[in-house]
């Protein structure tokens, strides 16, 4: 499948706020308790950047989200991944907004696209150190 052409990051919020009923600035914004309304489609606006958007690294998508440090991206990426993997209703949503968006399925995440390379499970291997005599 060809990769589309960019997608506005914001245009990727929107799509997934107006199929959640919740504001961009909700998925944008500071912080919520662990069950508040705009995580979930928070972490699947992640999950759509990630996929969509492989020039961006993960520094600059918690520039996006209100300076979120890599690290809470990373996380929030690995847990949308396997809730989308895992739940036939969260891949209805994310079809959902991938039509909203003028898209019919997800393009394959594909890690050595992106610009940091430091991402787990990219990492190249350290070479052995030599035994000392």
């Given amino acids: 499948m060809l990769r589309p052409a960019r997608i ?21 914004g500071p912080g919520q308790p662990a069950e508040g309304p705009a995580n979930w489609p928070r972490q699947r606006a992640i999950l759509l950047v990630r996929h969509l958007r492989p020039d ?3 520094a600059d998508l ?33 079809a959902e907004v991938l039509g909203r968006l003028g898209l019919s399925e997800l393009p394959p995440y594909d890690p050595s696209s992106r610009r940091g390379r430091n991402l787990p499970g990219c990492k190249r291997p350290r070479p052995q150190s030599e035994a000392r005599l």
């Fill in 8 to 28: 506005p990051v914001m245009a990727i919020f929107a799509a997934v706020a107006e199929q959640a009923g919740v504001g961009v600035a909700e998925i944008r």
């Fill in 62 to 94: 918690g520039e996006h989200l209100g300076g979120r440090g890599r690290s809470g991206i990373n996380h929030m990426f690995q847990v949308a991944r396997d809730r989308y993997y895992d739940s036939l209703r969260e891949q209805a949503a994310v």
């Fill in 56 to 58: 961006l690294t993960l």
